[in-house]
């Protein structure tokens, strides 16, 4: 009985022929361009003898915060609370479980894109009673064109690397067979964790204390931009 016969058509070799010779390379892009957002984090606290007075002080302040950033309109493009907590603090010593006092925390998120106006209000929000601020934290929006800008570089740069081993055997690439992303999975998050500096303040009687301080002169923090892609082309066949 003779065998059957298929019109299927043979799966592509992964490697490259004599009759069509592969080259694999890699193209690589690294940019420095300017922040496009800034992050700074605001954390509230209030502490009483009970949880009512405790809640109020804190109540009052959150609102407090809030209003001032919102005074900056466009610019502040985001702004959000995150973690609330109100804790009581027991008596180390003594029986029983008496409440020494309770602390309380709100803490709160805003972005910006004027970087003048966050001098500004950095400054006046680490002037506040009981308010701390960390940050800034620099970075560009996840659609930035910088990320377009390095991913075209990084393509560019894998055909002009192929175009100069082909040209080196004498022949011409053919046609492009793969192109992909290196390292996708570990790509940097959009807005970096790691705080550059950290402010804190806390009102007191001193008249010096009252004068409003000067707004922090900022320099923005460069971002690098990097794209990695491997590609692999055909080529004519080389006479060697």
């Known amino acids: 009985m003779p065998a059957p016969t298929t019109d299927a ?16 390379v ?34 009052r302040r959150n609102a407090s915060v809030l209003d001032l950033v919102k005074t900056y309109g466009d610019a502040v493009e985001h702004l959000e609370t995150g973690a609330f907590s109100l804790t009581p603090e027991l ?12 602390h309380g925390t709100a803490h709160i998120t805003a972005e910006l894109t004027d970087f003048t106006a966050l001098g500004e209000l950095t400054t006046r929000l680490a002037d506040l009673e009981l ?20 991913r075209k570089k990084a393509v560019q740069e894998a055909v002009q690397r ?16 793969e192109l992909a992303d290196i390292g996708a999975e570990d790509a940097p998050p959009a807005y970096p964790q790691a705080p550059v500096g950290r402010m804190r303040s806390a009102a007191f009687a001193d008249a ?16 690098h931009v990097h794209a990695q892609i491997n590609a692999r082309f055909t080529m004519v066949p080389p006479r060697l």
């Not at 008596?91 to 309770?102: A, D, L, Q």
């Not at 308010?131 to 390095?150: C, F, I, K, Q």
């Not at 192929?162 to 067979?177: I, N, S």
């Not at 009252?210 to 900022?218: F, G, R, S, Y």
């Open 9 to 24: 058509t043979p799966p592509p070799v992964p490697y490259g022929t004599p009759e069509a010779p592969r080259i694999a």
């Open 91 to 102: 008596v180390k010593h003594g029986r029983g479980e008496r409440i020494r006092t309770y």
């Open 208 to 223: 010096a204390e009252n004068t409003p301080a000067a707004p922090l002169d900022l320099e923005p923090q460069r971002q």
């Open 162 to 177: 192929a175009r100069e081993y082909a040209e080196a055997l004498g022949t011409t690439l053919a046609a492009l067979v």
């Open 131 to 150: 308010t701390h601020v960390n940050g800034p934290w620099w970075a560009l929006r996840p659609d930035s064109p910088a990320h377009r800008e390095a």
């Open 26 to 59: 890699r193209g690589e892009a690294h940019l420095e361009v300017d922040p496009e957002v800034a992050r700074i984090g605001i954390t509230i606290a209030a502490r009483g003898r009970d949880r009512h007075t405790t809640l109020d002080g804190l109540t």
